[in-house]
């Protein structure tokens, strides 16, 4: 089975950064679309930045200009370098793929990490 494992999250006061890791591990052939997801206790689910195969990127209005997303297809990996962070900020920080695997056949499915907390003090 197909792996993402998240880490980097922590604690750090306003106008701090982290920098947030995605490692995909399993029979992977090759992984399309990647993202990063943030939920925060009581809140909806969100995306916060997407990017492609190719390296194409898309940010969430609140994070544009602070966040960086990047991937690294040869390590099956992903980043997400987050500076001037804050309070609001704070969530699990959750790690999205669309991973084709070898199996039986090709198989291809999204999968999700368990998620990394990002906690931001004011």
């Known amino acids: 089975q197909v792996q993402l494992v998240e880490s980097g999250g922590g604690s750090v006061q306003a106008g701090g950064s982290l920098r947030l890791s995605c490692v995909a591990s399993?029979?992977?052939?090759?992984?399309?679309?990647m993202g990063w997801y943030r939920q925060a206790p009581g809140k909806q689910r969100e995306l916060v930045a997407t990017i492609t195969s190719g390296g194409s990127t898309n940010y969430a209005d609140s994070v544009k200009g602070r966040f960086t997303i990047s991937r690294d297809n040869a390590k099956n990996t992903m980043s997400l370098q987050m500076n001037n962070l804050k309070p609001g900020d704070t969530a699990v920080y959750l790690c999205?793929?669309?991973?084709?695997?070898?199996?039986?056949?090709?198989?291809?499915?999204?999968?999700w990490g368990q998620g990394t907390q990002v906690t931001v003090s004011s």
């Open positions: 999205n793929a669309v991973v084709v695997a070898t199996y039986s056949n090709p198989y291809k499915a999204n999968y």
């Open positions: 399993g029979r992977i052939l090759s992984i399309d679309n």
